[in-house]
């Protein structure tokens, strides 16, 4: 390979929309760039889905000589890119909640075989962070738990069940994203934490991966001054990198970044250096992901950097070859199977409805719903720029729930105001009961104001969360509360089932409120 090819064999970016770009093209044929990330955007159906696979996979063995990473961010829950008539399992505390590793297996399962079925052949997932700072804005209910037994047990059999069903999947976010207040996607945070702390916590489930045997392990953009004092974040780390995760470690899979557009890097170190660094720091796969004529300009800054001395040459072959290799068996060798879609579906629906967990039954018992239940929701706002792309107007929780239960629809903001929930409190006090589905309410304390003043009102009420359980502490005692885990229109239905008294939530808190 030309040192051009082996830096492109390293490089992955992506490009709007759900037709291939010229640009995207060009980027291909001039830096040789081998590897994409699909997101929602680009997927309208499997049939497209499947169909502009096919091209890239094309496009690139054509202008490279090799076939294509496809990389997706299909975690399941809040984190899916796949199209409705695909198959999206729930989330990792989701399944954490129904209190059996086999669901994780099957959901890696389902989702690997899925993917491959299409022409994915790179899940960027699952998350092994430890959620163990409840005010984490990124993580929550990506996470399978706030322990490391919890986390390692169910992500190494989710890691199990994506290898059998055909994919590359990787364990993220290196050395870990649990303990943080800050999405580093806007911001640079930092986990000042020992050596000692980081073993304990965030690096166990992580080494609990390498000996499941997970193919790759991505970073994080995040500052841990205690093991690194060089003032970078743990992606462009050579100490976190190359000494800890492959000396100490033991990894000898592929190591893939984080987005290097997130601002964390972008609006502290550069895009273009931070791939430089990235890959000095011993990272194999470098992900450009949005600007794909910045991917070309990276591509040339790191041509530049090995001839002139910066980067090593003989690593940089070193981890070309190593991407090859892994390509040779899930690329190569990989064909699509005919999948079954439909009961996939049906499967993961089943595993959804062990998902819903009661968190709080008061005294009284469960609330009634009487024959006029009021069904208070907020748009599914954007929580973090990982998920997908709202219009944040869609009132789906109380249409859909309404729908569901006979009953009528009221939404609310995100944040709602004191003159709002007095509005929203008389309107309720002529129903015959309440059901708010909060939506990150332990940061938005409207949400939590409003249940309060329903319940003060004499309204009988109930919480739904759709996203953490954390959000349904505190509340009065008159309030019955379940945690549903994500904002879909599945958990949803599956909540309502459990609110009609057909089924019983099953589901068992994976975190401590």
């Known amino acids: 390979m030309t040192l051009q090819e082996q830096v492109g064999q390293r490089l992955v ?69 796949l199209p409705a008539d695909a198959v999206n399992v729930p989330g990792a505390m989701a399944i954490a909640a129904t209190g059996d590793p086999e669901n994780a297996y099957r959901a890696g399962l389902l989702t690997g075989r899925g993917l491959r079925a299409l022409g994915v052949n790179f899940d960027l997932a699952p998350s092994v962070d430890v959620n163990c700072n409840p005010k984490n804005p990124v993580i929550g209910a990506r996470s399978y738990g706030d322990t490391p037994d919890t986390v390692s047990r169910y992500a190494a059999r989710m890691i199990q069940g994506l290898l059998d069903g055909g994919v590359l999947c990787s364990a993220k976010h290196f050395p870990g994203h649990g303990d943080t207040d800050a999405d580093s996607h806007l911001a640079l945070p930092c986990v000042d934490k020992s050596r000692a702390e980081l073993d304990k916590m965030e690096l166990a489930p992580f080494a609990a991966a390498i000996r499941a045997g997970v193919p790759a392990v991505m970073t994080t953009h995040i500052l841990f001054p205690q093991i690194e004092p060089g003032g970078v ?91 090859l290799s892994y390509k040779e068996k899930w690329v190569d060798a990989m064909q699509a199977e005919p999948f079954d879609f439909e009961t996939a579906r049906a499967e993961s629906e089943a595993m959804l409805q062990k998902t819903i967990t009661e968190v709080h039954r008061p005294a009284a018992g469960r609330v009634g719903l009487g024959d006029s239940p009021l069904c208070v929701g907020c748009a599914a706002y954007r929580v973090s720029l990982v998920g997908n792309v709202d219009d944040g107007t869609a009132n789906v929780f109380g249409n859909l729930l309404a729908e569901e239960l006979h009953g009528e629809a009221a939404q609310m903001s995100p944040d709602p105001s004191a003159e709002e929930i007095a509005v929203l409190t008389e309107r309720a006090q002529r129903h015959s009961c309440a059901i708010v589905g909060t939506f990150n309410a332990y940061l938005r304390p ?68």
């Not at 996979?57 to 496809?70: D, K, P, S």
């Not at 780390?237 to 984080?258: A, H, N, V, Y």
């Not at 739904?464 to 229109?489: F, H, I, K, M, Q």
């Open 233 to 323: 974040p743990a992606t462009m780390s050579r100490t976190i990198m190359t000494d800890l995760l492959r000396g100490e470690m033991g990894f000898d899979g592929l190591i893939i970044s984080d987005c290097m557009e997130m601002r964390a890097i972008k609006d502290h170190f550069g895009t273009v250096n931070g791939v430089i660094a990235a890959m000095g720091a011993g990272v194999d796969l470098v992900f450009v992901t949005h600007n794909t004529l910045l991917g070309g300009e990276a591509a040339g800054a790191v041509c530049e950097a090995v001839r002139t001395g910066r980067l090593d040459a003989a690593e940089m072959e070193a981890s070309a070859n190593r991407i």
């Open 13 to 81: 970016t992506g490009f709007p929309g759900t037709e291939l770009t010229e640009d995207f093209r060009r980027m291909v044929r001039e830096h040789k760039i081998a590897n994409v990330i699909l997101f929602k955007e680009n997927i309208e159906s499997c049939e497209q889905l499947a169909r502009i696979c096919k091209e890239i996979q094309a496009l690139v063995r054509e202008e490279t000589g090799h076939g294509a990473f496809i990389t997706i961010d299909q975690e399941g829950g809040t984190v899916t890119r």
């Open 446 to 513: 409207g949400q939590r104001a409003l249940i309060e003043s329903l319940a003060a009102a004499g309204v009988p009420t109930i919480a739904v969360s759709l996203r953490v359980p954390y959000d349904l502490t505190g509340l009065p005692e008159s309030v019955w509360s379940l945690a549903a885990y994500e904002y879909t229109p599945q958990s949803i239905r599956a909540a309502a089932r459990v609110l009609r008294g057909e089924t019983q939530a099953t589901g068992t808190l994976p975190v401590t409120l």
